[in-house]
T-cell receptor, first 113, second 114 residues
Framework: GENVEQHPSTLSVQEGDSAVIKCTYSDSASNYFPWYKQELGKGPQLIIDIRSNVGEKKDQRIAVTLNKTAKHFSLHITETQPEDSAVYFCAAHGSSNTGKLIFGQGTTLQVKP | DAGVTQSPTHLIKTRGQQVTLRCSPK?????VSWYQQALGQGPQFIFQ???????QRGNFPDRFSGHQFPNYSSELNVNALLLGDSALYLCASSSLGGARETQYFGPGTRLLVL
């Protein structure tokens, strides 16, 4: 069935270092891949997304890459700051006829000052 | 521009009771999706509503039902509550006319079933 695997489950970096979170998906029809940041007690916040016709997208310190052949995509955060500490979720959207997002298990990112 | 709003923020119920959660979508959005997020896990899709109809449903029992109103707001109803229904319930809105896959989440309703 549809599945999204996310690694690592926890990630600890020093302030200023880079952080990379990786996801793989099973449904080859998936064509939209958002990333969400969830802080304690809050709902997931969309931080960046990428569609299947694009291989890479960047927004300031955040970038996402997509490899459709291998069915994996990654989130890259450069120059990490303590306020980047949160749980990050990747997700995959199915074909255009489906409405649901399938989420990974989440990565808890800790940025140490 | 108001984002997605949900009410109530917290709720405590006992087993067997029924609960209704409410969601107002982001301005300009016409599609509402509901997700269940258990502690330490990613959100799981319950169902999606568009034009007051359920478009798609995830792997949840019939105890979970919903409704969408003409103003695009939505309700999630859960009957015969079980302890395992304790979770954060998230509402997400999107626009079918635009990039409909882009979903924006509300703050959630935390439900505790005792």
């Amino acid at each position: 069935g549809e599945n999204v695997e996310q690694h690592p489950s926890t990630l600890s970096v020093q302030e200023g270092d880079s952080a990379v979170i990786k996801c793989t998906y099973s449904d080859s029809a998936s064509n939209y891949f958002p990333w969400y940041k969830q802080e304690l007690g809050k709902g997931p916040q969309l931080i960046i997304d990428i569609r299947s016709n694009v291989g890479e997208k960047k927004d300031q310190r955040i970038a996402v890459t997509l490899n459709k052949t291998a069915k994996h995509f990654s989130l890259h955060i450069t120059e990490t700051q303590p306020e980047d500490s949160a749980v990050y979720f990747c997700a995959a959207h199915g074909s255009s006829n489906t409405g649901k997002l399938i989420f990974g298990q989440g990565t808890t990112l800790q940025v140490k000052p | 521009d108001a984002g997605v709003t949900q009410s109530p923020t917290h709720l405590i119920k006992t087993r067997g009771q029924q609960v209704t959660l409410r969601c107002s979508p982001k301005s300009g959005h016409d599609t509402v999706s509901w997700y269940q997020q258990a502690l330490g896990q990613g959100p799981q899709f319950i169902f999606q509503y568009y034009e007051e109809e359920e478009r798609q449903r995830g792997n949840f029992p019939d105890r979970f039902s919903g409704h969408q109103f003409p103003n695009y707001s939505s309700e999630l109803n859960v009957n015969a509550l079980l302890l395992g229904d304790s979770a954060l319930y998230l509402c997400a809105s999107s626009s079918l006319g635009g990039a409909r896959e882009t979903q924006y989440f509300g703050p959630g309703t935390r439900l505790l079933v005792l």
